[in-house]
């Protein structure tokens, strides 16, 4: 080997090959970036075709409201943008299913990608760009969904019940329902986040017999777990008879706090992972159903698989159709979309109605989209 590279060719040989050696990792750094350059190019486009699109079919259901109460057209446009990161973060995954095929297939209808091939780019090399990509995204929705999406949401949903003159509850006529081991409370209709009104609780013994019935009309939050009921009715359940009395006022010590409360007038939807997370353990430990809230605690991270399933399927999708144009790309990929939705939602119902584990009924249509992925992409590679 010394000798070799005493000879002049194979010193030019062996220093043109750790030029190229040095020149390939730069040049696929560039490739890279470019790639997800075309690829955030992409997601803009998507979300700015998206998020209008259905914000605006969220303004028409709004509107419909218009003059009950004071609900007024500011009020609906306010509502619609308040909305607008729930709607963000519920788009992601079609956002990113026709973001990649917009920005991948903009390449291929230009005969890039097929120029990346012939250069010896593999399609799994190519794909690193938007995965790259879209793990940002999933961070940014992570963030959304803590921190923004929920507040605003439930902003928008009180400023409108109160507009329309609603309750914040689960409605006047059913109430907020909840127990512990041996309490059942029904609160009828919360006034604000320190009063209610309409207040039943029933009092068991270990046996489950009935002890004392107390209903109010008011009740006042005084402390987290204190509460100062007025125009108080209590009947005791013995034996041998009803006892019943009437109290002007009197103090309750509850097994809620106001934290609790206030997630029991919220849908699961509107909730924050760690509020799904503390109310689920909530339930659970007092003995009440919680696969609503579980579901939708394990939905969130569903929509994370998803939408890498949803960028992973566009990637093969767009290889498999080099000769379609790029408007035929996203007919295709937009139906995909649609029946990745409806697959979702039926799943989910189904789970719910068979009480099947939330964990393996939200994970299991992400789960199934990346192995279905990931075989369109070997059989296109």
């Avoid at 209590?234 to 103090?251: D, G, L, Q, Y």
Wanted: glycine content about 6%.
């Amino acid at each position: 080997r010394i000798c070799c590279l005493r000879n002049p060719c194979w010193r030019e040989q062996f220093a043109a090959t750790r030029f190229l050696a040095k020149k390939i990792p730069a040049s696929m750094t560039i490739i890279n970036r470019y790639l997800a350059f075309q690829v955030l190019m992409g997601l803009g486009i998507a979300t700015a075709v998206l998020l209008p699109l259905f914000s605006f079919l969220d303004l028409l259901d709004q509107l419909d409201d218009v003059g009950k109460g004071t609900y007024q057209v500011e009020d609906a446009f306010v509502h619609t943008a308040l909305l607008l990161p729930r709607r963000f973060v519920q788009l992601a995954p079609f956002i990113a299913l026709l973001g990649n095929v917009i920005g991948l297939g903009r390449l291929a209808v230009n005969s890039e990608l097929t120029a990346l091939r012939v250069a010896g780019v593999s399609p799994i090399r190519i794909s690193l760009a938007p995965l790259v990509v879209g793990l940002i995204l999933l961070l940014f929705i992570a963030a959304l969904e803590q921190f923004v999406a929920p507040q605003l949401q439930q902003m928008a949903i009180s400023s409108r019940a109160v507009a329309l003159d609603k309750s914040a509850a689960l409605g006047k006529d059913l109430g907020i329902w909840t127990r512990d081991e041996r309490n059942i409370l029904r609160i009828g209709e919360m006034l604000n986040t320190k009063k209610a009104a309409d207040i039943e609780v029933m009092h068991f013994d270990d046996n489950g017999f009935m002890l004392t019935y107390t209903y109010a009309k008011y009740a006042d939050l005084i402390a987290d777990d204190l509460w100062e009921l007025s125009d108080v009715t209590i009947k005791t359940f013995t034996e041998k008879r009803i006892e019943s009395a009437s109290i002007k006022s009197m103090n309750w010590k509850s097994f809620l706090n106001p934290d609790d409360i206030s997630t029991l007038t919220k849908s699961p939807e509107s909730l924050s992972p760690i509020e799904l997370f503390l109310h689920v353990r909530f339930l659970r430990a007092t003995g009440q159903e919680a696969d609503a809230y579980a579901l939708a605690l394990w939905r969130k991270a569903g929509g994370a698989l998803t939408t890498i399933a949803m960028l992973l399927l566009s990637i093969p999708f767009v290889f498999g159709s080099v000769r379609a144009g790029l408007g035929n790309k996203l007919v295709l990929a937009s139906m995909l979309g649609i029946s990745v939705y409806l697959f979702d939602q039926v799943i989910a119902n189904l789970g719910l109605l068979l009480h099947l584990n939330p964990a393996l009924t939200a994970l299991f249509p992400g789960l199934l989209l990346i192995a279905l992925a990931n075989f369109w992409l070997r059989r296109v590679v």
